[in-house]
């Protein structure tokens, strides 16, 4: 444990920021394991963030179980829904004007283009292979939000083919507001510098480079259904709260790349990065929350301990 008595106080800001549309499983836990001893090695301060972004998936029994699960791990924090603190509210879902200000900024510094595509006009531009989405789940491709906020995005969406992209956007700074507030019949997509390599040193796993254009395409930041993406929302609010550590799964070092643009266009210094490798099953498959076998609800109830799942005797890390 970290000895807070002596030290001076510790600017160190983490977060855990599960989704509630699912029990988290050992995946999850391993990495808001990692985040919590590394902000107690720092001595610092930990936040957790509901990222119950999306209406239609997010359910309040799995952020109640989220937040008791933790618990019962031994993870603890110092600000969040059940404690408060300077930076409430600590759910996504009631800090829409904070997306807003930031989305209008975006609009406003000319980042953003609205796209028009279907998901079917996608897949015809694209011809990719779309086996990573179950018909239940297309819809979220066209949206480019991942399905589990911090922790089971679909990092590896297609690279968007660009069809929308020459609309010159001329949007007056009033109009903004109601364009995104109101659901329209398109997305808007943050246009990026192609040809441009992101580079960034993870904490963890070292040197990162991706390239814009061709690890990722111009992504979307607001949906048509008037939501803020997941990019959008894990910007603002983690400079809104003053992250200055990410710890998430490897899964999201693309979108990283992808944040870190948006950081910079909308003048933010970003935070450090450290990307936990991912937990796979027996079969080598990374853990999903249909894993139900593996959620940590019901390991508890076969009366597995916390420092198993921690250490995940039950598994194997690839
Ligand atoms: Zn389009």
């Known amino acids: 444990m970290a000895n807070l008595s002596s030290s001076p106080p510790s600017t160190y800001r983490g977060r855990l920021a599960p989704s509630p549309t699912g029990y988290l499983h050992v995946g999850h836990a391993r990495t808001f394991w990692t985040a919590y001893q590394r902000a107690l090695a720092a001595a610092g301060s930990l ?28 993870i603890r ?18 800090r829409h004007s904070i997306y807003l200000d930031a989305g209008r900024k975006l609009l406003e510094g000319g980042f953003l283009f609205p796209c028009r595509c279907s998901r079917k006009d996608l897949e015809a531009a694209l011809s990719a292979p779309h086996e990573y989405l179950s018909p239940s789940e297309n819809h979220l491709q066209s949206s480019g939000e991942p399905s589990n906020g911090d922790m089971d995005p679909l990092d590896d969406e297609p690279v968007y083919p660009g069809t929308c992209r020459t609309a010159v956007v001329t949007m007056p700074p009033n109009s903004a507001a109601s364009e995104f507030v109101e659901p329209g019949n398109f997305n808007w997509r943050f246009r990026v510098p192609d040809g441009e390599a992101i580079e960034f040193d993870d904490l963890n796993l070292g040197p990162q480079r991706f390239v814009a254009g061709v690890d990722f395409g111009d992504f979307v930041v607001w949906r048509r259904d008037g939501v803020p993406s997941y990019q959008l929302a894990c910007v603002a609010d983690d400079a809104a709260m003053k992250i200055t550590e990410v710890v998430r799964g490897e899964d999201l070092l693309k979108s990283t790349a992808r944040q870190i643009l948006l950081y910079r266009a909308l003048g933010l210094d970003p ?48």
């Not at 957790?48 to 019962?72: F, K, N, Q, T, V």
């Open 77 to 94: 924090w110092q600000e969040g829904p059940d404690l408060g603190g300077p930076f409430a509210p600590y759910e996504q879902s009631n």
């Open 47 to 74: 936040v957790m963030r509901m990222e119950d972004l999306d209406p239609d998936r997010s359910r309040a029994e799995y952020a109640e179980a989220a937040l008791e699960d933790l618990h019962w791990l031994g």
């Open 271 to 318: 935070p450090g990065w450290f990307h936990c490798r991912l937990v796979a099953d027996r079969n080598g498959r990374r853990l999903a929350k249909r894993h139900d076998a593996l959620s940590l609800r019901t390991l508890r109830q076969r009366g597995v301990m916390p420092q198993q799942v921690i250490g995940a005797e039950v598994l194997t890390e690839r």
